[in-house]
C-alpha cells in the first residue's frame, strides 16, 4: 500500500575539479553537492468511495501554470507504463519530458518490482515540487510565499521562462521524483533511500531515466551527486545503457529492471571521501552571463580527437592535480597555502586547455574576477570556474564565517556596480548528504 505522504529532497551540485575529464572513464570528477535542494512531496489523491482514477499530477506552485496531468496505461508485449499528458483547463498542453519520462521510469520499475498489476500498483498521486531559491536568478520574484524558513520563491513567470544558475536542477530533480515514487509505493523492505542497495536502485533509475530525458548518455555525475551526495566521480561506460528499448516498446519492462537491478554491468565509481575541511566552505556565485555549454563540450572534444598525444598528455597531468586538490581539501589539518597552491595549479592547466581547444573554459572576465577575489577580500582561499567553464557561474572556497561573507558579498556589488554586470553570492554551500527523507513541515503553506 502506498503511504499516504513522502518527501524527499536531492542536492544541486557542483562539478569543482574535472570538467570535460569526467567525461572518460580513464578520468574522474571531483563533485560536490549543495545545500539547495529539489523537493518532492508525494501525497494520495484521495477519493469518494467506489471512484477510482488512473491520474498523476506534478506542480510546481512556485511558477505560473506549472501544473502536469497525466493518465498511464499498460503498454503491450511488456512495454512497461505509458504515460498520456492531460490538459489542465484551458491552458494549452506543455510538455516536460523530464518529468514524464520520469514518470514512466520509476513507474515501470516500481510495477516490475513490486510484480503488480497497475490498478494495484498506483493509486492516484499529486507530486508537489519545490525548489530552494537558489537554482533561480531573482530579479522579478516577488517575496517569498511564507513557509518554514523562507526557502521557497514565488515567481511570477513560467518555469520554462525563470533563470536558471546552473547548479544541475534537472538531475535533482529526475532524482528527487524517482526516490519519492519509489518510496510512496514501495515497502521500506523493497526500497530505503537510505541504504546501500536504495542508493544503487535509485542511482541507476536515476541515471537512465536522466539519460532518456536529455536525449544522450552524459557522464552522469550530475545524478551521481544528487544520490551520494559529495564524491569524487568516475562515470559509467555509456554501453551499460546501449540497446535499452524506448518507453512503451516491446520489452521494455523487463529490461529496465535487469539494468537497474545488474550491478555488475554498472562500472560507476564514487569515492565518498571527498569532503572540506572545518572552517572552509565551498560558495557560489551566480554570473548572469550564458553560456553554451554543449557547442564548447563539441569543441574540445573536437581538439581532443585533433591532438591526441598533446590532449592525453595534458589531461593525465590535469588529472594528477585535481587529485591534489581532493587531498588537499579532505585533510583535516591542511593549511590554507596547500589549498590556495593547489587549486592554482587546477586553473592554470584549465587555461592550457582553454587556449589550446580555443573554448573559453576560464574567460578572462573571469579570471579577473576570481583573482580580485582572491587578493582583494580577506578569508578567499581560491575559486575556480566550475564545470564546462563559461561566464555564468564561479565557485569559491571561502573561510566559513559571515565576516568573509559580507566581505564577499561587498565585493561583488562593487565589481558589478564598475563592470555594468550582476555577479552575486548564492545562498548556497557545499554539503556532503545527497538524498534523503524530509518532515512535511518544511513545506507548511505549499500543500494542497
Known sequence: MPSSSTAVSAPGKVLLAGGYLVLDRQYTGLVFGLSARINVVAQEIRTIQGVQLSEIVVESPQFLEAQWRYGYHLAPEDGGIKLTQLQVGSNEINANPFVEITLAYALTYILSTADLKPSHAFAPVRLT??????????????????SADG?????????????????GSSAALVTALTAALLAHYLPRTAFDPASDAGHRALHNLAQAAHCAAQGKVGSGFDVAAAVYGSCAYRRFSPAVLAGLPDVGAPGFAPALAACVDSPASWDTEVDKTAKMPPGVALRMCDVDCG????????????????EPAASRALWDELQARNEELGAALGDNNADERKIVTAVGRVRALVRRMGDASGVPIEPPSQSALLDALRDGVDGVLEGVVPGAGGFDALALLVRDDEATEARVRDFLARWSRKHDGSVRLLDVKGEMEGVRTEGLELYDGWLS
Open 151 to 167: 526557502r521557497f520563491a514565488k515567481f511570477p513567470v513560467k518555469l520554462r521562462d525563470a533563470h536558471k544558475t546552473g547548479l
Open 291 to 306: 553560456s553554451q555549454t554543449v557547442g564548447m563540450v563539441k569543441q574540445v572534444l573536437r581538439w581532443r580527437d585533433a
Open 129 to 146: 515540487v519545490l525548489a530552494d531559491n537558489a537554482y533561480y536568478s531573482q530579479p522579478h520574484s516577488s517575496s517569498p510565499t511564507p
